[in-house]
């Protein structure tokens, strides 16, 4: 004679709250639980991704772009204006200027060029004078220009660049 030992959930259903309750209906309910979980854990994070925040970065009202000391005469210089690029630029009189560095056609970053003293967009061949004016090439319209001001006097000199 054999002494086969059963589950009592296998042998009997049971009963919760005048429902029937067996192990298929328990293993079914733990793998809803499982799914919907997993579910939810991918798509949240998805959905985070998809979903700006309401309110965007808070845009940067000034910040330092260089050392005067750093721009020679018909020198450039692209410096973290925020979370963007910037431009900024001492011409082959001296004088300083600054733009947004991102192309007005596809956002690319624009780069000074010496030797015809322009802003360039290596991209699409754009160029810009150095008033932020389109000269040629694809850009729908000029560089957003910005303030330059220089703070402190000698070697330490910076140059502040802020919006206008
Ligand atoms: S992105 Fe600058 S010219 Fe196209």
């Known amino acids: 004679m054999t002494n086969v030992q059963t589950s009592p959930l296998a042998s009997k259903p049971q009963?919760?709250?005048g429902e029937r309750f067996d192990r298929r209906t328990f293993l079914d309910a733990l793998l809803a639980v499982g799914f919907v979980s997993t579910a939810a854990a991918i798509a949240?994070?998805?959905a985070l991704y998809?979903?700006?925040p309401a309110t965007g970065e808070p845009e940067?009202?000034?910040t330092v772009a260089?050392?005067?000391a750093e721009?020679?005469?018909n020198s450039g210089k692209v410096f973290k204006f925020g979370n963007r690029p910037g431009i900024v630029v001492r011409t082959t009189e001296?004088?300083?200027r600054a733009f947004s560095a991102v192309c007005t056609h596809l956002d690319c970053t624009v780069q000074f060029k010496a030797d015809t003293s322009q802003l360039w967009c290596a991209c699409h061949n754009g160029t810009y004078d150095?008033?932020?004016n389109v000269v040629s090439g694809p850009p729908p319209r000029g560089l957003e220009r910005f303030t330059v001001n220089v703070r402190g006097e000698g070697s330490d000199a910076e140059i502040v660049v802020s919006r206008a």
Do not use: F, N
Request: glycine share 16%; aromatic share 4%; hydrophobic share 40%.
């Open 15 to 17: 009963t919760i709250g």
């Open 44 to 46: 949240y994070p998805v």
């Open 50 to 52: 998809l979903v700006p």
């Open 60 to 62: 940067t009202a000034s």
């Open 66 to 68: 260089a050392k005067a």
């Open 71 to 73: 721009l020679k005469p």
């Open 94 to 96: 001296g004088e300083l």
């Open 130 to 132: 150095l008033g932020g």
